[in-house]
């Protein structure tokens, strides 16, 4: 397991317990990889191939319309540039009593080396029937990853990947949060149990649904029940993603809205203020052996 996954483990420990706050970047992060944007390869070598199955040889799911979905996904992250899309996020709690906390905000991403990067805001809150100005900032740069939560007014600076160095921190099966899309098809299939499910009342519109259930004995299976993924037919790519925790049954819904693939955003957009008043900590990476 790369350095990384146990890293941001650890941030996640650090968390009060029951706090929303800190899985929302898990699962917007994983969303992007889950468009095969972070989850960056090496360019591929120019000698022949050698010993390359056919694609009838491949792992399927028996449902040749859930593999060719899977497919598109993979293709589409690989070519997309960028994107920008706004989001609303729900974290519902259904021990004793249902309750939720929702937030609104937005989303970028751009691709980039060795490491793309993203930049999540949100500027809304409603939760006890009560709408509040919120400010709640997470950016990374390929190599930092900056937190910003201006009710605290604290600015965590945490070193992720050294210079140069290529990672993919949420791969599957390995990350702190599951999405199986934009990885090759035999990954998510030997990770998860994936069925299509027929439209109801409520699903987004236009949409494939896709049912997720970690396989037993993998390490999805201790901390996830299901994740259910709507695939926009026309953008191939995630607009809803639900994931139900074993622990608690609680929920993390999350929909992704005026989706833009059209180019990368700008640079500038992908840095956070650090106001004089904030309180700054920067958390590097331990000294890499000589």
């Given at each position: ?31 992007i ?8 390869e ?10 390359v ?15 060719a979905?899977?497919?598109r ?213 331990t000294?890499?052996?000589?």
């Amino acid at each position: 397991m790369p350095r990384i996954v146990s890293m941001i483990s650890n941030f996640q420990k650090d968390r009060p317990a029951g706090s929303p706050s800190w899985p929302i970047v898990h699962v917007l992060v994983a969303t992007i990889v889950a468009t095969g944007c972070l989850a960056d390869e090496p360019p591929p070598k120019e000698s022949a191939p050698t010993n390359v199955q056919p694609a009838t040889d491949r792992l399927s799911s028996g449902d040749a319309k859930l593999d060719a979905i899977l497919d598109r996904l993979e293709t589409k992250g690989k070519t997309m540039k960028g994107l920008s899309c706004k989001l609303l996020y729900r974290y519902v709690m259904v021990e004793v009593v249902q309750d939720e906390q929702v937030k609104e905000g937005s989303l970028l991403f751009a691709r980039g080396e060795p490491n793309s990067r993203f930049f999540i805001h949100f500027n809304k809150l409603l939760a006890d029937g009560v709408v509040k100005d919120t400010g709640e900032y997470w950016a990374f740069d390929g190599r930092w990853l900056v937190e910003r939560n201006d009710l605290t007014k604290k600015i965590i600076r945490r070193e992720i990947a050294r210079e140069g160095q290529r990672e993919d921190p949420f791969k599957i099966g390995e990350g702190p949060f599951p999405l199986p899309l934009g990885q090759k098809r035999e990954d998510i299939l030997a990770n998860f149990k994936v069925k299509r499910e027929d439209f109801t009342l409520g699903d987004p519109r236009n949409t494939d649904h896709l049912h997720c259930v970690p396989l037993p004995n993998t390490a999805l299976a201790d901390k996830y029940s299901r994740v259910e993924i709507y695939v926009d037919r026309a953008l191939e790519l995630p607009v809803r993603v639900v994931s139900e925790r074993v622990k608690d049954g609680n929920r993390i819904e999350v929909d992704f809205r005026d989706i833009d693939v059209r180019q990368a955003p700008d640079g500038s957009r992908f840095r956070i203020e650090e106001p004089k008043d904030f309180e700054v900590s920067i958390e590097p990476l331990t000294p890499a052996n000589p």
